[in-house]
Each structure stands twice: as C-alpha cells, then as structure tokens.
C-alpha cells in the first residue's frame, strides 16, 4: 500500500483534542517572572513557581500553542537517565536515576489529576544488536539491581525483535502524550493565577535589573527570565554557537487492530531503543498507533538556520528509509499504512549533556535545555529544578550532571555545517564525543 501520509503532523496532535488557543499578548504586561516557551520545561516551571509562591506574578509566552515544540513532536518515551552520562559508582548512579525518575514520577502525576489516558508505565526497552554489547548490558543490569535500581535483562529469545541480541527493561519507563498533557495542564495554570499567552512570539529580549520582552504586539518586563525554548534559544541572543538544531523525523502508522500487533512481535512494553549510533525508537501510542523514528542519518537532517521544517529533500529520504529499518526490526509490520509523519528540532550539545541554570550580571536568567533528544523526564523535572534555585536552593542540584553544565562550543557557520555533512557522510554516524 502506497503512504499518503498527513504531513508534519505529530501523532501525539491526531490523538489529541484540537487545541482553543489563549489569546495573544497585546499591550504591556508587568510581572515578576517571565517564562518563554509553552512545553514541558515551561509549563513545569509554571507549576512549580505557583504552588510555592502563591503570590508570585508569572507570565508564560509561547509561539504557537503549548506543546507545539518539540514536546508535542517527540518519541513519546518517558525515559530514565541523562544523555551523555556514564555514572560509575552506585552512588552515582542513584543519584542521577533519582532525578530523573522524579520526572517520570510527575509526569503519571500530571497526567492522572489533568489528562487521563495520556500517560502510560510498562516499561522501556534498550535492544542490543551487538551479541558484546548485549553481554555487557546483561552485566550493568547486575549493576544497578545491586545498587537498588529496578532492572531486567531481556535474552532474544523472548524478544519479537529481529536482529536482537537482548535488551535492558526498565520497568519505570513509561509513555506519555505530551501534547495532550500540556493542553489539558494549561486551564489549571490559568485558573491558578498564571497568565498565559499563545501565538505570541518574543523577538527580543533585553536584560538587566529589569528584563524586557518585546513581541509583534506587546511588551513584558519582569524581574526575572526562564528561557524554556530549545532549539530556539539562539534566535533570542542565549547559547549562541552552544546549541545545534537538528531535525529528527518521525513517522506513525495507522491504528493496528491486535491481532496485527500480535504478529508483529511487539511485547508489554511501551517503547524501544536501540544500540546504534544514530538510534532507531519506536512506541505503540494510547491510539494503537506504531510510533516510529530514526534509525540512521536519513532521518535525521540540518539546515543552517535551523527553521520548523527541514528541507523537501531530506522529507524526501526520511519516509521510505524509516520505513526500510521499521520493517527490519518488525517485518510483521511490512505494510501497514503509514497515516502521518513529521519532523521535530532537537536542541543538540557538543558532549549531548543539558544544562539547567541561573545566569546574567543580576542572576535573573534562568534556563534548561540541551536535553539532546532525551528531554522528556529531564524538561519536567526542570521545572522543579529552576523553582528551587529561584529561591535559592542550589544545594540539592550541586552533584547533577546538568547543574550549571557549562556548554562547550560548535564551529561558526559554515564549517559547522560541512563538517556535519563531512562526518555523517562519512562515517555514517553521528559527530558527537563518544
């Protein structure tokens, strides 16, 4: 069957109610915190902000709508862990797997008092294609249940998984419509005295002891900024050179009936990832929908400048080559229509660790980003990390990976650019510190 997908529209949208935007801001509007951007690192700070200051005046400006970005586009997983870390002593590791369990943990939170349905927890998987690496899993699995964390080791024989050698499950992982979520989350902010404005876009920010933000048809100063905008931090004068932006696309199928997803080879688990370099992903989503994305270079795509959509020629490839790896792993799943597709920036680091932090001459400069593609626990969780060290509790963040995480710069345009297309060329693989 030939795909006449719905193009660039996320699947978490098409399981979604349609969206009634806030109003835009319009005139000037004086608070004390000023939040840019409506996805979960936003929307958490939020939260967190207004349950312990009741008092507190918090605006919240987002483009398009709450969860537009890259938290109503992602993979779905809710994941344990930061990317680009290795803890290596059990402490370490409790240390950073509490984190982000924290933010696994508020996202069933959410979603059962806000949005029911759109959260689910039966555990994800990490597939090894490599019989070594698949050894060595087995082995950190004995690791971290003897650090008293949660793990099971899955042998290929009970793996639907063509071309498995075994896999890790994390039984905390979950599955999350983040879309959903937000738009149901957002009425409960408003009611809580957070002003909310969508379709509203700040095209520069100003700093100092009072910081200001002008948009195409307001202006809003406040005593304090969150920067929860990803990719698009840049473009507002923050991390410059510090983030790379690059497309990551996604396709879904159509709803399976079961007796599909049973030939598949698909388990009780939400989701998968596996060992390559640029990694394939995949979930089934509350709408009995195949998620699926990576896999390879192909799907994966950069411009200079970064933009929403990436270029017609790397759409062109990432569809059929998505396609091709799904039915790798899945060969069950060898025509199942594909119903839509589309493609999400992910806010890249030079070592792919994100940071969270406070910075600028007044200290007034908040910010979380840098998840790398493994942002959904960690932009949640982010929201409780910024609140704290709004009111000055730096001490329970010191030892995290991401605490004031210094980002390390990219090449200037255009070397950054050829260089990218030098190295996956190449090599085929992701230029990244391995």
């Keep these: 069957m030939r795909d006449q997908p719905d193009e660039n529209r996320s699947v978490w949208t098409l399981e979604s109610e ?39 005046g918090i605006a919240l400006l987002e483009a398009g709508v709450l969860g537009q970005g890259a ?9 344990n862990w930061v990317n680009g870390v290795d803890p290596r002593t059990p402490e370490e590791l409790r240390r950073v797997h509490a984190a982000t369990r924290a933010g696994i943990d508020l996202a069933e939170t959410l979603a059962a008092r806000f949005a029911p349905g759109t959260f689910r927890r039966r555990g994800c998987l990490a597939v090894y294609t490599d019989a070594r690496r698949a050894e060595a899993a087995a082995a950190h699995v004995e690791e971290l249940r003897a650090a008293g964390i949660p793990a099971e080791f899955v042998p290929a024989s009970k793996l639907g998984i063509r071309g498995a050698r075994g896999a890790a499950l ?18 409960a902010l408003v009611s809580s005295g957070v002003v909310v404005h969508e379709q509203t876009l700040v095209r520069r920010v100003t700093t100092g002891r009072e910081i200001v933000l002008e948009t195409g048809s307001g202006e809003v100063r406040a005593k304090a900024l969150v920067l929860a905008t ?15 932006a690059i497309h990551s696309h996604v396709l879904a199928t159509a709803p399976l009936s079961e007796a599909a997803w049973k030939r598949s080879g698909w388990g009780e688990w939400d989701g998968f990832t596996d060992d390559l370099d640029r990694l394939a992903y995949a979930c089934r989503t509350p709408g009995r929908r ?23 020629a790397a759409e062109a490839r990432a569809l059929p080559f998505m396609r091709g790896v799904l039915e790798r792993y899945f060969p069950g799943m060898a025509g199942a229509p594909v119903e839509t597709r589309w493609a999400g920036l992910l806010d890249l680091t030079l070592d792919r660790v994100c940071s969270m932090g406070v910075s ?3 200290r007034n400069v908040y910010h979380a980003l840098g998840y790398s593609g493994h942002g959904v626990a960690l932009a949640l969780l982010a929201g409780q990390v910024i609140a704290d060290l709004f009111e000055g509790n730096h001490e329970a963040w010191r030892e995290q990976p991401f605490y004031q995480k210094r980002l390390l710069p990219f090449p200037p345009e255009p070397a950054l650019w050829l ?5 996956t060329r190449v090599t085929g693989r992701s230029p990244r510190k391995r």
Excluded at 71 to 79: A, E, F, K, P
Excluded at 171 to 186: I, T, Y
Excluded at 419 to 423: E, H
Aim: net charge positive.
């Design 360 to 362: 600028g001459e007044h």
């Design 170 to 187: 994390d039984p905390l992982a979950g599955l999350l419509n983040g879309f959903a979520l937000l738009q149901a989350l957002r009425p």
């Design 290 to 312: 195949l998620l699926f994305g990576g896999g390879g270079n192909a799907a994966y795509s950069y411009r200079i400048g970064g933009g929403a959509s990436p270029s017609p």
């Design 230 to 244: 990803g990719a698009w931090t840049p473009a507002l004068g923050f991390f410059r050179r510090r983030l790379l």
């Design 419 to 423: 260089g990218y297309q030098l190295w």
């Design 71 to 79: 938290s109503g586009r992602n993979g779905g997983q809710v994941l």
């Design 18 to 56: 349609p969206p009634e935007p806030a109003p835009r801001l319009e005139g000037r509007l004086v608070t004390d915190v000023a939040i840019v951007g409506g996805g979960f690192t936003g929307a958490s700070t939020a939260w967190h902000l207004r349950a312990r200051r009741p008092d507190l």
